[in-house]
């Protein structure tokens, strides 16, 4: 069963607006979340996260926002550009736990010129 | 700076061969794991290590087995490879205690024929 669920594979969306990735999580225990970008060929790459006492958190272009009621938190990049085109993973861990993050399956951004 | 090196980017196998995948990391990280990513499953853990000579199954280890004699050095075996693991491999390593720290490696995109 899947604890961590990215229900859209794929986004496309213009160059210069937003996108809006989204994530749902099942564990309660779950108090860490993360974001990976991950090009073809590359590894992922860490791009932002949030702890659970937390419902905001902006570095740049990209905000996370945490929905605990909702068990549901969102990656927004604005303004989006083509070069953000890639695969985002969604990434919960709970840290009274083993720690180790259970991924999503990741939603494929494109973002076009 | 900080890597995660995967010894090959590309291999192609025959079904029966026995394989390794090697991973080095040069940041003296507590934490390496093995994961491997496929189209629409996302990212999926197959063994994780804590320390030197120690190592725990992941989600998936069936037909894998794995290596850590030294700190720095994890490597993943497949011992006798199947089509079905053809994919790509991802190594990654992080600090004790952080939950956040995940470097990736470029991964290897392993074909078995």
């Known amino acids: 069963d899947q604890q961590v669920k990215q229900n859209s594979p794929s986004l496309s969306v213009q160059e210069g607006r937003i996108s809006i990735l989204n994530c749902d999580y099942t564990?309660?225990?779950?108090?860490?979340f993360l974001w990976y970008k991950k090009y073809p060929a590359e590894g992922p790459t860490f791009l932002i996260s949030?702890?659970?006492?937390?419902d905001k958190n902006e570095d740049g272009r990209f905000t996370v926002f945490l929905n605990k009621s909702a068990k549901h938190l969102s990656l927004h990049i604005v303004p989006s550009q083509p070069g953000d085109s890639a695969v985002y993973f969604c990434?919960?861990?709970?840290?009274?736990?083993?720690?180790?993050?259970?991924f999503g399956r990741g939603t494929s951004l494109i973002v076009h010129p | 700076d900080v890597k995660v090196t995967q010894s090959s980017r590309y291999l192609v196998k025959r079904t029966g061969e026995k394989v390794f995948l090697e991973c080095v990391q040069d940041?003296?990280?507590?934490?390496m794991f093995w994961y491997r990513q496929d189209p629409g499953l996302g990212l999926r853990l197959i063994y994780f290590?804590?320390?030197?000579?120690?190592?725990e199954k992941g989600d998936i280890p069936e037909g894998y087995s794995v290596s850590r004699e030294k700190k720095e050095r994890f490597s993943l075996i497949l011992e006798s490879a199947s089509t079905n693991q053809t994919s790509m491999y991802l190594c990654?390593?992080?600090?004790?205690?952080?939950?956040?720290?995940?470097?990736f490696g470029s991964g290897t995109r392993l074909t078995v024929v």
């Open positions: 990654a390593s992080t600090q004790q205690g952080l939950i956040y720290g995940y470097t």
């Open positions: 564990n309660s225990m779950f108090d860490y």
């Open positions: 949030i702890s659970s006492i937390k």
């Open positions: 990434a919960a861990s709970a840290s009274g736990g083993s720690y180790i993050p259970t």
């Open positions: 940041m003296d990280h507590e934490n």
């Open positions: 290590s804590y320390d030197v000579k120690m190592k």
